[in-house]
Every structure is written in structure tokens, then in C-alpha cells.
Antibody, heavy 116, light 111 residues
Framework: EVHLVESGGGLVQPGGSLRLSCAASGFTFSNYAMSWVRQAPGKGLEWVSAIGGSGAITYYTDSVKGRFIISRDNSKNTLYLQMNSLRAEDTAVYYC?????????WGQGTLVTVSS | QSALTQPRSVSGSPGQSVTISCTGTTSDVGGYNYVSWYRQHPGKAPKLIIY???KRPSGVPDRFSGSKSGNTASLTISGLQAEDEADYYCCSYAGSYTNVVFGGGTKLTVL
């Protein structure tokens, strides 16, 4: 059974940084692209970023380009999202999801709150 | 404003059928057969119920079906059950630069 567990969320001031992690199990992690999808409080889903299985190819939505960095460590079966220069509009629950064009597995999410 | 347009809400009685539409453009829904649908209960993670326009993942009952015509995709839920009350989101591949876009979500109320 696929299991995705996010961690690293919390309260951060505008302009601050945070690194999210997603521990994966139950499948061959390196064989799959992985994504981050977020959901602002009371709002809909928004795709944020994705990374290919080897980590060589990355994708970002325009609003986070230059601020967020997605990466993965296949030896640790872990996905990361380094979030820099955080803004109030980045406040959301961040889900890691597998794989890329559609998402058949999701974590439980981790809440990121950007506020002073 | 979301990239894909869904009705804000739909409703139906137990046993009835409802259809939720998802309208995009030739750059997303109309250009690729990579539409997916998700059900989300309050406080829970989304769950995939349809992918590649019409396919159902293992374990999803055949009460759920998907279709597409032009730039509009649709999710039909037949034999409505109380547990179907949830938010539903469509999603479409939109090319290698954008990757995927979501609809704004539809709240389904089972009367």
C-alpha cells in the first residue's frame, strides 16, 4: 500500500523559508514522478511543482518560480520542497502526490501559515 | 479564478444521478485526454476517482463515470449515496510548461 507522509509545515513570517518533506513507502519511489499540490484555506486545489523520477527534470507553477525548489532523495524515498521568500498567499495545506498528470496517491498534508 | 470552470454546487437525492461539468480550452481539456477527477471530504486529502477522462482506479465503484466533449469534461455519479456528499475537483494536463490545472471545485449535496 502506498503511503505518503508530509512534514515540515508551520508558522513562518513573510519573507521567511521553510522546507517540506514527504516520506514515501509502498512503491518503487525512483520509478515515479512526484508532485506538490496545495490548498489555501477554504479554497480549491492548486498544482505547485513536480519532479521526474531521477530528479533531473523539474516543473513549477509561475507563482513559485524562483522561490521554491523541488528535489528528491531516492536513497531515502523522500521528496522535498524548499520554500523561500514566502508570502501570505503561500498559506495553504501542502500535499505531496504521485505521480504527475494525475494523482493516484496523496499524503495527509502539512499546513504552512505565512503571517507576521 | 481557476483555469477550469466548474459549477459551484450541485445537488441530488439518494438514488438519483448528477453530472458535474468542467470547462476548459483547447490548451487543456480539449487538447489532451488527461482529465482526472477527485473527491474530497472535509478535512481529508483528495481521492482520485477518474483518470484519463474515463478510467476508474481499482476500488472506485462503477457508479462514477467520466466523459469529454470538446473543451468540456463531465463526471456523472449515479445511484447517489450519502457518502458522495463532498467537494469534487476536475484536473487536466495543460502541456509541458503548465503541467496540470485544476477546476475551482463543486460542492455536491445529497438531499
Amino acid at each position: 500500500e502506498v503511503h505518503l507522509v508530509e512534514s515540515g509545515g508551520g508558522l513562518v513570517q513573510p519573507g521567511g523559508s521553510l522546507r517540506l518533506s514527504c516520506a514515501a513507502s509502498g512503491f518503487t519511489f525512483s520509478n515515479y514522478a512526484m508532485s506538490w499540490v496545495r490548498q489555501a484555506p477554504g479554497k480549491g486545489l492548486e498544482w505547485v511543482s513536480a519532479i521526474g523520477g531521477s530528479g533531473a527534470i523539474t516543473y513549477y507553477t509561475d507563482s513559485v518560480k524562483g522561490r521554491f525548489i523541488i528535489s528528491r532523495d531516492n536513497s531515502k524515498n523522500t521528496l522535498y520542497l524548499q520554500m523561500n521568500s514566502l508570502r501570505a498567499e503561500d498559506t495553504a495545506v501542502y500535499y505531496c502526490a504521485k505521480p504527475l498528470y494525475y494523482f493516484d496517491s496523496w499524503g495527509q498534508g502539512t499546513l504552512v501559515t505565512v503571517s507576521s | 479564478q481557476s483555469a477550469l470552470t466548474q459549477p459551484r454546487s450541485v445537488s441530488g437525492s439518494p438514488g438519483q444521478s448528477v453530472t458535474i461539468s468542467c470547462t476548459g480550452t483547447t490548451s487543456d481539456v480539449g487538447g489532451y485526454n488527461y482529465v482526472s477527477w477527485y473527491r474530497q471530504h472535509p478535512g481529508k486529502a483528495p481521492k482520485l476517482i477518474i483518470y484519463d477522462v474515463t478510467k476508474r482506479p481499482s476500488g472506485v465503484p462503477d457508479r462514477f463515470s467520466g466523459s469529454k466533449s470538446g473543451n468540456t469534461a463531465s463526471l456523472t455519479i449515479s445511484g447517489l449515496q450519502a457518502e458522495d456528499e463532498a467537494d469534487y475537483y476536475c484536473c487536466s494536463y495543460a502541456g509541458s510548461y503548465t503541467n496540470v490545472v485544476f477546476g475551482g471545485g463543486t460542492k455536491l449535496t445529497v438531499l
